[in-house]
């Protein structure tokens, strides 16, 4: 009996090490947050827009020209994993038609399962913050339902198809293929997707288009402000080249060199640090923004063709640069892109108002988290009695 027992307290030990893990691995993902985190604090709004990533340039090796990149393979499965935990807890704490506290889960020999076993265990297992968390994100969905319902606003099959698009476009999948073979390797499906990401996502996003109508004129100037950052069909280039040294005294040389009319090209081959481009001296092409260290695209942007920088300090080192062709962007009209113009104006709004906004529907709700700790208030320190002074004893 006495080994048995000690197996079982092993196994018993051996499962708590393996859950205490996971729930180790849940806390430090969700300090991480990802763009796409479900938290109330973030609304878990999808934005269109696929992240940026442009392609290296050719034969440079400074850390200026390296590209700047997502990786939308360390994102996903974070954002698969959110969606597994949201799902479950869903299923467990769901109330169904007509069912009570007491309604029968499971059975055994002189044991049954209740509703209220399952809640009482949710609870023990996500902790009082996380179970608040929970209850705010259900009353939000719910009070997103009832003024859907109020303004007639409906999720069409085109608005899922078009979420989902941005769904893929936004974590680099290609294919539906690519998605669903991502979620069926973390044995998600497509529906849990739509269920607990998609839809509830295209809810707040309609609402919020509805409470916040915007102008044609509006669409137009927001469109003027970005139509070369954000809706050009060809992005504006520049051809540049550069000289790398290591420190400010050297670069502040080799630009006294160059302002007495010293050949640019043949000081980057006798100067420049940078193996990539210094044969070429020092070209590295033609490169759009989102490729180079910002600093280095800052300084190369501003410059108009055949123009020289003052020395630029980077990551690795101190640049003088010199642009020598520019590619402008290609623009398309207002009108052949004004259902984007509206998309990316509507994101836009939502980064910066929909918290509020959301946090403003439960006040308007009178809603109230009855399991969120209220802060205790300080208690008041009772005015101190004056002691007589000497002179009055």
């Known amino acids: 009996m006495s080994d048995n027992n000690n197996e079982k ?80 807890v869903f299923v467990l704490i769901r ?38 968390a929970l209850v705010d994100d259900i009353a939000q969905s719910k009070i997103i339902e009832l003024e859907s319902e109020k303004a007639g606003i409906a999720v069409s099959d085109e608005d899922v198809k078009r979420e989902l698009d941005n769904f893929k476009k936004l974590y680099g999948f290609e294919t539906d293929e690519d998605m669903s073979v991502a979620l069926a390797q973390a044995g998600i499906t497509l529906e849990d997707l739509k269920a607990t990401q998609i839809l509830p996502n ?31 069909t060809t992005p504006k280039e520049v051809k540049a080249s550069h000289i790398l040294v290591e420190t400010k005294e050297e670069a502040d040389a080799v630009l006294t060199e160059l302002k007495s009319g010293k050949d640019f090209a043949q000081l980057a081959k006798e100067k420049s640090l940078d193996p990539g481009s210094r044969e070429d001296g020092g070209d590295l092409g033609f490169f759009g923004r989102g490729v180079m260290n910002q600093r280095f695209e800052t300084a190369a942007f501003a410059l108009a063709k055949g123009e020289t920088s003052e020395v630029v300090e980077a990551d690795n080192g101190f640049h003088i640069i010199k642009v020598t062709d520019i ?67």
């Open 202 to 232: 295209l809810k707040i996003k309609l609402l919020f288009e509805n409470k916040h109508p915007v102008t044609e004129d509006e669409l137009k100037t927001y469109f003027e402000d970005n139509k070369e950052s954000t809706f050009a």
């Open 95 to 132: 109330n169904t038609s007509g069912a009570t506290g007491n309604e029968a889960l499971g059975q055994m020999d002189g044991y049954t399962i209740k509703k209220t076993d399952v809640y009482d265990e949710v609870k023990s297992r996500l902790g009082e913050d996380q179970l608040a």
């Open 9 to 88: 307290d092993l196994q018993d030990n051996q499962q708590q090490s393996t859950n205490e893990a996971i729930e180790k691995e849940l806390e430090e993902a969700v300090e991480e947050r990802s763009p796409l985190d479900l938290g109330k604090a973030d609304v878990g709004v999808v934005t269109a827009g696929a992240p940026a990533g442009a392609p290296a340039v050719a034969g440079s090796v400074s850390a200026a020209a390296a590209p700047s990149r997502s990786s939308s393979a360390t994102i996903v499965p974070w954002v698969i994993a959110v969606i597994a935990v949201a799902a479950l």
């Open 327 to 393: 590619q402008e962007a290609v623009v398309p009209e207002y009108d052949a892109v004004k259902s984007d113009v509206k998309q990316a104006y509507y994101d836009e709004k939502m980064g910066m108002e929909a918290t509020v906004w959301l946090a403003t529907l439960k006040t308007d709700r009178n809603f109230k988290n009855l399991v969120e700790k209220t802060p205790e208030a300080p208690a008041a320190s009772a005015p101190a009695s004056p002691e007589p002074s000497q002179a009055a004893q």
